[in-house]
């Protein structure tokens, strides 16, 4: 066992046990698997419109995490901050899931960055909850993202509970990858990073490389680390009745090259560089501007909140301000439907922890176009459901989507390999992976708790 592991055991492990109590007791209080969880959202809601503000695939990923393990009967309570009055307490996402609401600060107006001083609040929001309860109400705390894994690291020290953190993005690694222009975070986060890697009983990563980052940067003990990759609903993101039924429905030219954005609008998501792209594009072969239509579906976020209109003015800048159709976050049905209709999804990220955007996109049947960064890689297979690129030249991305237009034919072959490689990633097998990582999470307490540590 690794010192941190010992750490835990020594630290934890004997910390929560009172005093006389019976080892087939604190065996028997403890299930093999969690019968309902603690999961933390801090800030961002799962009932939030992902594509804006703070709400993105994380969102994403919560709400159908929770939807699944609930329905492998692990009762989900995701506590989230209240943003507005009109909110309930509580609201039932899904069967067997609760959105609880937390009052920490002002309703409005609070941006991310002062979430941290609210951190009390919320945390003695939780633990109200938690007081009207019997003992043992939960069995698990999973918190997402780190303003979370502070308040699950108290949560589950005073629960007596393991408590397992998943990063989603690190600052050390956004802060080696920054967009130009973009702001580093801060080292207040950093720090917070590194004490919920030692306190956290399971880290999970999205693949293989993020686990390799927790390592590297934040020296998390590699056998407290487990890889699940993050999945996509398969009944909504799908094929359907194709690309040009899609088009059709949203207004779209039959026979048009369209290369699709589908993101927050923000320097780390880079949807500059597909405009460039395009005017590289345009530029080489002014007859495409005929015959190209680029969406960018989504609202303006993080550092990209400064400067909500710099995309449209790059636009004009760039003289492509009749080709660009700028519409706002919509629906995950109507977003499938953007998937369907483009010629081919371009995510020139400069950092991602997986990509849930590039999976969805590949579900419908559309093939990929992506920098290769962070869980990229994974989420597409390079040469099949897609093309990777090593950079975030424009030229490059230009070069990329130049086949599109030449071969149309070319988006039906390589969507149709690329639904085919999401099919791989289904949330049944992410929540079925996760729920294991619990279990493990909980006998490994419960072995330290019967004085085997």
Not at 359 to 368: H, L, M, R, S
Request: with cysteine; aromatic share 6%.
């Amino acid at each position: 066992m690794s010192q941190h592991a010992s750490r835990l055991g020594g630290l934890r492990g004997r910390s929560h046990v009172p005093f006389g109590t019976p080892s087939h007791q604190r065996l028997r209080r403890i299930p093999r698997r969690p019968r309902r969880i603690a999961m933390l959202s801090v800030h961002t809601s799962p009932l939030h419109q992902p594509g804006t503000g703070d709400a993105g695939g994380m969102n994403v990923y919560i709400v159908e995490l929770a939807k699944r393990l609930a329905a492998i009967d692990i009762e989900v309570e995701i506590f989230t901050r209240a943003t507005t009055a009109a909110l309930p307490p509580a609201v039932e996402l899904a069967p067997g899931v609760l959105v609880r609401h937390v009052d920490a600060g002002p309703y409005e107006g609070l941006a991310k960055e002062d979430l941290p001083a609210q951190l009390c609040a919320f945390t003695h929001g939780v633990m109200q909850a938690w007081a009207g309860h019997r003992p043992g109400h939960y069995d698990l705390v999973h918190s997402h993202y780190w303003l979370s894994g502070h308040v699950g690291w108290l949560a589950a020290e005073r629960w007596g509970v393991p408590l397992v953190h998943a990063m989603h993005t690190m600052a050390k690694v956004k802060n080696a990858a920054l967009a130009e222009g973009d702001t580093p975070e801060p080292a207040a986060r950093v720090i917070g990073e590194q004490q919920i890697v030692r306190a956290a009983d399971r880290l999970i990563a999205n693949t293989d490389e993020e686990a390799e980052e927790l390592a590297r940067h934040y020296e998390a003990a590699r056998e407290l680390v487990a890889v699940v990759h993050p999945g996509v609903n398969l009944d909504r993101f799908r094929p359907a009745d194709g690309r040009a039924a899609a088009r059709a429905r949203l207004g779209l030219p039959a026979d048009a090259l369209i290369p699709l954005f589908a993101g927050r609008i923000q320097p780390l998501k880079a949807p500059d560089i597909l405009l460039h792209a395009v005017a590289h594009l345009l530029e080489d072969d002014p007859s495409l501007r005929e015959r190209i239509v680029v969406p960018v579906v989504g609202g303006p976020s993080g550092s990209g909140l400064a400067k909500p209109e710099g995309l449209h003015k790059l636009a004009a800048r760039l003289g492509i301000c009749d080709v660009v159709r700028f519409r706002p976050p919509c629906a995950q049905d109507e977003l499938a439907d953007w998937y369907r209709a483009a010629s081919v999804l371009v995510m020139p990220s400069y950092s991602e922890s997986f990509g849930l955007v590039a999976i969805e996109a590949q579900a419908c049947g559309t093939p990929v176009v992506a920098a290769s960064v962070g869980g990229l890689p994974v989420a597409v297979r390079d040469g099949v459901s897609g093309t990777l690129i090593h950079g975030h030249d424009p030229a490059d991305y230009a070069r990329a989507l130049r086949p599109f237009a030449a071969e149309p034919e070319r988006a039906d072959r390589m969507g149709a390999a690329a639904a085919r490689h999401a099919e791989s990633f289904g949330w049944d097998t992410a929540a079925a992976a996760t729920a294991e990582v619990y279990t493990e999470a909980m006998r490994e307490r419960r072995r330290l708790r019967s004085g085997h540590g």
